[in-house]
T-cell receptor, first 119, second 105 residues
Framework: NAGVTQTPKFRVLKTGQSMTLLCAQD?????MYWYRQDPGMGLRLIHY???????AKGEVPDGYNVSRLKKQNFLLGLESAAPSQTSVYFC??????????????????FGPGTRLTVT | GIQVEQSPPDLILQEGANSTLRCNFS?????LQWFHQNPWGQLINLFY???GTKQNGRLSATTVATERYSLLYISSSQTTDSGVYFC???????FGKGTRLHILP
């Protein structure tokens, strides 16, 4: 099992360019998440998905779009990159949501991150 | 929205020492998680602990939801415990800024 993988690992964009980050998981998880992490900060949730074809906004969704066309993949798009989007992006997946966690608990599995620089 | 604060921001300890990390949250929450980010950036879920106490080896966590705080205990620290420890609260998964722990050999 590869777990959660992210593509690419590094990317440099110029302001105004677009790109898509790919997250893939092989654990058959229903739920997937995109976070960003800025220096000295915790993670902030951008968007998440509760299943194939469904997405929802997190804490900081502006400037990003997402799609979940296949259960195992969750794509994060930047249509017109801005320097403020320079960050490390993490994808995660889980078999449940915090609000739905039962006695079995809840656990997120994270990818290795994508370091994005926008100049 | 909910605010999550962690203390201390930084902690330097000798190998073998014990430590307590604290997470305060500003409103009642249904869930609380602890994570470890190692020096290479990899994130691992440590505990899902909306209330009560859980233990996993040298690590344990306690959440007192009525008083809006959670504690993470690390006993007999090892150098591999170094990194940043985050708590995250609420269904919206709001993270604190973390406690950076450095264990000296």
């Amino acid at each position: 099992n590869a777990g959660v993988t992210q593509t690419p690992k590094f990317r440099v964009l110029k302001t105004g360019q677009s790109m898509t980050l790919l997250c893939a998981q092989d654990m058959n998880h229903e739920y997937m998440y995109w976070y960003r992490q800025d220096p000295g900060m915790g993670l902030r949730l951008i968007h998440y998905s509760v299943g194939e074809g469904t997405t929802a906004k997190g804490e900081v969704p502006d400037g990003y779009n997402v799609s979940r066309l296949k259960k195992q993949n969750f794509l994060l798009g930047l249509e017109s990159a801005a320097p403020s989007q320079t960050s490390v992006y993490f994808c995660a997946s889980s078999y449940s949501l915090p609000a739905l966690a039962g006695v079995e608990g809840y656990e997120q599995y994270f990818g290795p991150g994508t370091r994005l620089t926008v100049t | 929205g909910i605010q999550v604060e962690q203390s201390p921001p930084d902690l330097i300890l000798q190998e073998g020492a014990n430590s307590t990390l604290r997470c305060n949250f500003s409103d009642s929450v249904n869930n609380l998680q602890w994570f470890h980010q190692n020096p290479w950036g990899q994130l691992i879920n440590l505990f899902y602990i909306p209330s009560g106490t859980k233990q996993n080896g040298r690590l344990s966590a306690t959440t007192v939801a009525t008083e809006r705080y959670s504690l993470l205990y690390i006993s007999s620290s090892q150098t591999t415990d170094s990194g940043v420890y985050f708590c995250a609260a609420d269904d919206k998964i709001i993270f604190g800024k973390g406690t950076r722990l450095h264990i000296l050999p």
